[in-house]
């Protein structure tokens, strides 16, 4: 994350609450297409690995989104999940997850959403993250706050691991790698009041923001998984960076996002987990 000096010079250069009205309608365009098409997806193709999985909703909406944004920032570079990068002179990347959890939308799973996240120099400095069928906005800019439909958000003050609620995720590569959260994930079971599975990132990030759930944490993340909700957690007093330890780290793809109450005891509980033997569940 950025430091103070870094924030008041984007300050002076940015007009961040233009921006963050952009990312605001274009996490909305998304959230019309997204309502429009539910239970009426045409095409479901499989991306490459096992799961991962890309509709022509997801296409649509990301087509609109980056219509939209091209119109309203043209001088600002583009990094799409389904379409790559689309790279200009600015130092700033508008990140795009048209649909986060299009495994769950393609089943008619109403746990899904739109994320737009602005980078500076790789920094998440602003975001803004849809969640349809709940009829939730979620925004946020760096310095400035966390919202939910135009209330200000703050992170739960649970301050013990045995009376939290968790939420995480596997990754498309959890068939590959031993690093695949299966053995975390039993273990924090039976330290917290439970730990669930969204299977949307930016929604899961979100939860945490809002204080639904007191901490997230997953590996294995893509760049517009993170982009918008890392700002939103940070904005709302929540503590984001790596697990078991170090920096928030954007490409790193891991995140441990929560209430800073219970940040350190989480690292310490998960420093402590040893992989799972992968024959246990081949």
Same mark, same amino acid.
């Given at each position: 994350?950025?430091? &103070? ?18 990312? *605001?309608? +274009?996490?909305? &365009?998304?959230?019309?297409?997204? &309502? =429009?098409?539910?239970? =009426?997806?045409?095409? #479901? %193709?499989?991306? $490459?690995? *096992? ?12 087509? =609109?989104? *980056? ?10 570079? #583009? ?7 689309? #790279?200009? %002179?600015?130092?700033?990347? !508008? ?7 299009? %495994?769950?939308? +393609? ?21 803004? /993250? ?29 301050? %013990? @691991?045995?009376?939290? @609620?968790?939420?995480? $995720? ?24 439970? /730990? ?13 923001? +809002? ?5 997230? !944490?997953?590996?294995?993340?893509? #760049? !517009? ?12 007093? $929540?503590? /984001? ?36 033997? =992968?024959?246990?569940? &081949?």
């Amino acid at each position: 994350m950025l430091n &103070i000096q870094e924030i008041n010079e984007i300050n002076s250069e940015i007009d961040l609450n233009l921006l963050t009205k952009v990312a *605001k309608e +274009s996490a909305l &365009i998304g959230n019309e297409i997204l &309502i =429009k098409n539910y239970n =009426k997806i045409q095409t #479901i %193709t499989l991306k $490459g690995r *096992k799961g991962d999985l890309v509709t022509n909703v997801d296409l649509e909406v990301e087509e =609109k989104i *980056k219509e939209y944004l091209t119109t309203k920032t043209p001088a600002i570079s #583009i990094h799409a999940e389904e379409s790559g990068k689309l #790279i200009k %002179t600015s130092e700033l990347t !508008w990140c795009i997850d048209p649909l986060d959890g299009t %495994t769950n939308y +393609s089943h008619g799973y109403p746990f899904f959403g739109t994320s737009i996240g602005l980078l500076y120099k790789n920094n998440p400095i602003l975001g803004a /993250v849809s969640i349809p069928y709940l009829n939730e906005l979620y925004s946020a800019c760096i310095g400035k706050g966390s919202y939910c439909n135009n209330k200000k958000l703050k992170v739960s003050d649970t301050n %013990t @691991l045995i009376d939290s @609620l968790l939420v995480t $995720g596997f990754s498309y590569d959890r068939f590959e790698t031993e690093d695949n959260n299966y053995a975390e994930f039993c273990y924090l079971t039976h330290k917290t009041r439970g /730990v669930r599975r969204g299977g949307a990132a930016a929604v899961d990030l979100a939860f945490v923001a +809002s204080g639904k759930v007191d901490a997230y !944490w997953e590996s294995g993340l893509e #760049i !517009w998984d993170l982009a918008a909700g890392a700002i939103i957690v940070k904005e709302a007093g $929540g503590a /984001v960076s790596n697990y078991p330890n170090g920096e928030f780290d954007l490409s790193s793809g891991r995140i441990l996002a929560c209430n800073p109450r219970l940040e350190e005891e989480l690292k310490l509980e998960l420093s402590k987990v040893t992989p799972f033997n =992968k024959q246990l569940y &081949i």
